[in-house]
């Protein structure tokens, strides 16, 4: 007859074998350690399977957001924690938070964020795209320059439906830096195939350093942005930041006194952009510092 000892092993090689059979490698990992602990009387046997089992879960949650983030184009991971409500006064933080709620996403409606360059438009946008990615929602993030040159390519291609149909899956699409470069030849009406394909499907969150006044300007067609407003207006939520750059707040502290008060008065990056409020001159280029992060 064999021992209890015996038995024990043979069971446990049993559920090591059934573990991998079932492509359970963080529970694999964690078994031993949590038997040991089930022996010395520190968890009880229903304790040790919910450990076993939420070991595995959250292994497999992780790994779910990291490929939904690297899928959605979500690279540079900036969250709500990290925002520093303190720095922009005119941002309501309840507003911010009611919106990480994500019941814009749920009533496919759209989210604008609008202000001067530096002011945390990307980072908010993005901060409510990783908060849908955790819960379970697809997500795409593009600036509107790549968005409309992969449109622009796909209709050269013959493709553009197809092409409109993939930025249409996403239940969110971010789009954003919409104003700081001129948008290309008809990019306008590609946008505009794109925002009415997703128009009450989908929600979206858009980013600008320009008012929705300049829009014809942003897209060369003043016809072309009304139809795009008209649209993008309809189910929306405006936030507004009238703040300073965070990234000019950082050059600011790292700078001398004397220079600093110089630089304000001359400095030809920063400080003229955020004077423009983010307006890129004529020639379409925005300056090395307005140029989006
Ligand atoms: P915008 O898109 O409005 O030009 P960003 O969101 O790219 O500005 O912000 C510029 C940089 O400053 C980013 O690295 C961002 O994470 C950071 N930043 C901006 N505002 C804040 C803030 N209030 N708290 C923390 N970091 C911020
Ligand atoms: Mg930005």
Redesign the pocket.
């Known amino acids: 007859m064999s021992t209890g000892a015996e038995l024990n092993a043979s069971m446990l090689d049993r559920i090591r074998h059934d573990l991998v059979g079932l492509r359970m490698p963080r529970a694999l990992e964690a078994l031993d350690h949590i038997v040991r602990r089930l022996e010395h009387g520190e968890i009880g046997a229903l304790e040790a399977v919910d450990i076993l089992l939420s070991e595995e879960l959250t292994l497999r949650e992780n790994s779910r957001i990291k490929t939904a983030l690297r899928m959605g184009r979500l690279a540079t991971i ?1 969250t709500l924690a ?4 303190t ?2 006064p005119s941002l309501d933080r309840d507003r911010i938070l009611t919106l990480a709620q994500l019941g814009f996403v749920a009533r496919g409606e759209v989210v604008h964020f609008l ?1 001067p ?7 908010l946008a993005t901060a409510l795209g990783v908060e849908a990615v955790k819960a379970g929602r697809s997500v795409y993030f593009c600036t509107l320059a790549d968005l409309l040159a992969s449109l622009a390519r796909s209709e050269r291609e013959g493709r553009l439906q197809e092409r409109i149909r993939f930025f249409c899956r996403p239940v969110l699409l971010i789009v954003d830096e919409i104003g700081y470069l001129p948008v290309v030849h008809d990019g306008g009406n590609l946008f505009f195939q794109l925002v009415n394909a997703r128009y009450e499907r989908g929600s979206m969150i858009l ?1 600008s350093n320009r008012g929705f006044a300049e829009w014809g300007e942003v897209f060369g067609d003043a016809v072309v942005a009304t139809a795009l407003l008209d649209r993008l207006l309809h189910h929306a939520v405006v936030v507004q930041i009238e703040g300073s750059s ?2 000019l707040r950082q050059h600011a502290e790292l700078m001398p006194e004397h220079v600093r008060s110089k630089a304000v008065l001359t400095a030809p990056g920063p400080v003229a952009d955020a004077k423009r409020r983010g307006r890129p001159p004529k020639n379409g280029h925005a300056s090395h510092m307005g140029a ?2």
């Open positions: 900036k990290g925002f520093d409500f720095f922009q202000g360059p530096g002011t945390g438009k990307s980072h980013t965070y990234r989006p992060a």
